[in-house]
C-alpha cells in the first residue's frame, strides 16, 4: 500500500464525522510526521466526505466497525483494557485503540505506526528525535493487536535536576510516543495520610486519633494506628470520597517520609520489633498494614470496585505478621528503597536484591494489587552515568512474571545520566519480552550512524562493568566509580576516539561530542577522588571545576542532558557542590588558607577485626599488641577490600585502624597540632593518639548517609603530639547492622597539620 510517493500524497487520513479529541490529535501527529518524513502534507477528512483510494483511518468511526475490526475499548477497575490495534483491510490502513477513560489507545497507534516507518524518540525533544527521509512511503499488509505488559507505565521527575517549562513540555510528548501512562491514580505519597483524617479538622478536637512523638507530644501529621475511632473516620472519608467521585477508581494513603511511628503504649505494644533490613529500626509493617488492611475491609463492602491503596516504603517494606485474610481490595505501591541498584532482582552476590525478590514475591502472592516504585538514576547526585539496562532486560520479565501492575519510576531530567535506562524502561514496560539488546543496536545505529559499533559496545562495556562490580548501592549514595571505571577506562577512551573518528554527518558529531563530554566528565571525577587519595585536594578540587565547565558546554547544546545541581540542593549529600566543599575544607587545613600541612598520614594502615569486642581490653590501640593485623586502604570503604561476603554483606561490628607516622621535629613552639581524619562512616567512633583516647562519637547520625558520617573529624592533638619522632594513631569503628547500603570504616585521606 503506498501512501507517498515521490513526495506526493497518495493517502487520505480519515477520522469519524464527529471524531474524539484523541482522534484527531492522533490523525494531525500522523499528518505532521509523514510531512516531516517526506514532504508530503495528507489531508485529513471526515468518513462521509468523499474519500477515494487509500485510506488511513485514525481512531473510531463508521468505516472502522463496518470492516469488523475488534478495537480495544472499555474501562473498568482492574485497568487492563488498554491497547490498540494497527491493521490492513483492502485499500485501508486502521489506526484506532482504546480512549476510554484515561487511555490514549489511538495516540499510541499512530506513534507505534510511525516507529515502524523508522520513527524514534530516544529523548525528549528535537535532539532526541530520529525522522527517516523517505521519498516514497509504502507499507506492507499488517495486523497487529498491542497490550500492554504492565498497566501502570509512569517515569516522574522528582527534582533532583533543573527542569524548564520547555523539558517538562518535551518529556510529556516523549512519554506519548513511548506509551507511558499515569491513569489519574490517586498514588500513596508520602504523607498523604493527612487526607484521611484531615488536621484542620480533627486535631485540636480530637488529638487522640494523632500519634504520639518520641517526646510524647501529638503530631499533626501521623495517625494513632491502634485507635478505632482513626480507623473509622478514615473510612468514613474514603468511603464520602467515592460516593462524591463515581469516576474515582482509588484512594490511596501513606504515612510522611522517615521512619513514621506512634509511640502510644498500644500502638508500641503491638509491634513485634522485626527489624526490616534497611535502617535498623524496627518495623512498623505489622500495625501500618494491619490499620490498612482494616480500612480497606470496611470499603469493599460498599465499593468492591475500588482500590484502596498504601505504600510499603521506609519501615514498612516488609509484609505483615499475623494477618489471616488481606482485603481484595487492597493494593500496594511497593517502593524498598534498600536494595541496591546495580544489580538484577534475585542476584545471588547481591542480598539486597536476593531479599528484594522475597519482599516482592510474597507481596504479589498475597494482595491483587502491586506496583513498583524505583528510582533511576538509582545512584548518587553527582551526575555520573547510571547504567541500568542490565538489570532492566532481567527485571521487567521477572515483575511482569509476577503479575505486578506497574511502575511509578522516580526520575530526573538528567538523560545522559540515565543514558538509555528510560528509553528501554517505556519500550519494556509496554512489552516485558522486548529485545534489549536489539533495542541497543537500533540506537546506535539511527542516532549514531557511523559510529554505532563503538557506541554499541561502549554503553555494553559499561554496563557489564557495574554488572560484575561486587559493590552495592542504594539510592542517593556514591556509586564506587573510582573502583569501577579504571578497569574500563582505556577501553572506553579507545571506543569513544574511534567514534569520533567514524562520525561523517554534522547531526550524529554532536550526539557522539555529548557523549565525549559525559565521558570526561567521568574521567575529571575519578580523577578527583584520586587526587583526594593522594591528599592533594587542591588540585582535586581543580578536577571538580572542570567537571562544572563540562556541565556548563553540555548544557548549550541542550538543557537536561547533564544538568548542574539545583541551587536547593548544593549541600546535599554525594552532589558535586558537597564534594567541593569537603575537599576545600581541606586543601584549606592542609597548607591552604587555614592551616599548613606537617604530614599526611599513610594511606595503607594496619587494620583488624574485633567481633568479639575485646580490642580495648588487649589495648590494640598500642603498637604490637594484638596478632595478624592485616593492611587497609583507608580512602576505600572496607567492603571494597575483601571484608564481605559472598552475598555481599559487609562486615558488621567492631574494627580498628592503627598506623604510625613521623612528625615533623621543627614545629614552631607554642603552635597547636591537629588531626584530620578524612571521613569514617561508622555509627560510632573512637580515635587514640599515643595510646590516650582523644575523642569519641557512641552514636552518629548515619543511617541516612547524612553528612556527619562523610565530613571529616578534626581532632586538637596538642598536647600528645611527639615533634621529631614516630607517633601512633589508632581508629576503632563500630557498625551496627545491616545497613541498606554497607559502607564501613575511614574513606578519606588522613593528616597532621597545624593552623597558619
Ligand atoms: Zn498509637
Ligand atoms: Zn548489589
Sequence with gaps: MVLVEQHKPQTTIVVANEPSEQAEEAACILQDYIEKISDARVEIKKESEDVSGNTILVGHSQMVKDSS?????????????????????????????????????????????????GCRWFFPGEFGEVIPEMDTISINAMDRTERPSFRIRNIWYSGWAPTTDQDHQDFRLWRDCNKLNTLSLSIPGDGSIRRLVPSEEYFESSPHLFAINKDGDRRSDMLCLSEPETVNISVKTIKDTFRDNPDTLSFGFAPPDGFPMCYCQRCQDSIPEFNHKGYGDPSLSDLWFRFANCIAQEVYKEFPDRWVLTNGYANRVRLPEGIAEFSPNLGIQSAIIAACTL??????????????????????????????????????????????????KHDMPYFRSR??????????????????????????????????????????????????????????????????????????????????????????????????????????RQRVQVLRLVHNHMKAYVRMEQFAAQGQFQ?????????????????????????HTPEWAHDFRTTLEWHKEIYQDLADKAGGQEGEL????????????????????????????????????????????????????????????????HVPADIEEGKSIWLTIGAVYNRGVWVWFNGMMQQFEKDRHWRLGHHDVRTPIHIDVTDWARSGEINHVAVLVNTTPPDRNPRGGIHRRSFLWTPR
Design 69 to 117: 475490526i475488534e478495537v480495544p475499548s472499555g474501562v473498568t477497575f482492574q485497568l487492563n483494557e488498554e491497547g490498540f490495534v494497527i491493521k490492513t483491510v483492502g485499500n485501508s490502513l486502521i489506526l484506532a485503540g482504546n480512549e476510554d477513560g484515561e487511555y490514549r489507545g489511538t495516540v499510541y497507534a499512530v506513534y507505534t505506526f510511525l516507529e515502524e516507518l
Design 539 to 563: 588540585v582535586g578540587l581543580e578536577w571538580a571545576d572542570k567537571m562544572l565547565a563540562i556541565r556548563d558546554e553540555v548544557n548549550i547544546i541542550k538543557s537536561g542532558l547533564l544538568p
Design 598 to 661: 606537617l604530614t599526611l598520614l599513610p594511606r595503607q594502615w594496619e587494620f583488624k577485626l574485633d567481633p568479639k569486642d575485646v580490642g580495648v581490653i588487649y589495648q590494640w590501640y598500642l603498637v604490637g599488641r594484638g596478632e595478624d593485623w592485616a593492611t587497609i586502604d583507608t580512602t576505600l570503604n572496607w567492603e571494597g577490600q575483601g571484608y564481605q561476603d559472598q552475598q555481599g554483606w559487609g562486615f558488621w561490628g567492631k574494627a580498628w585502624y592503627r598506623t604510625g607516622f
Design 403 to 508: 503479575g505486578t501492575w506497574g511502575f511509578w519510576t522516580e526520575g530526573t531530567n538528567s538523560w545522559m545520566v540515565t543514558h538509555l535506562n528510560y528509553y528501554v524502561r517505556a519500550k519494556l514496560m509496554w512489552d516485558a519480552e522486548a529485545d534489549v539488546e536489539a533495542l541497543v543496536r537500533d540506537y546506535c545505529q539511527k542516532f549514531y550512524a557511523d559510529a554505532a559499533d563503538m557506541v554499541e559496545e561502549y554503553i555494553w562495556t559499561l554496563e557489564s562493568a557495574v554488572e560484575q562490580t561486587a559493590s552495592h548501592q542504594t539510592w542517593g549514595r556514591l556509586m564506587q566509580w573510582r573502583t569501577i571505571f579504571p578497569p574500563v577506562q582505556q577501553k572506553l577512551d579507545y571506543l569513544m576516539s574511534q567514534a569520533e573518528d567514524s562520525v561523517q554527518d554534522s547531526c550524529s
Design 343 to 392: 544489580h538484577p532482582v534475585g542476584d545471588k552476590k547481591c542480598w539486597q536484591r536476593t531479599l528484594y525478590k522475597q519482599l516482592l514475591d510474597r507481596w504479589t502472592d498475597t494482595l491483587n494489587c502491586v506496583f513498583v516504585y524505583d528510582y533511576d538514576p538509582g545512584n548518587s547526585l553527582v551526575n555520573l552515568p547510571f547504567p541500568a539496562i542490565h538489570n532492566l
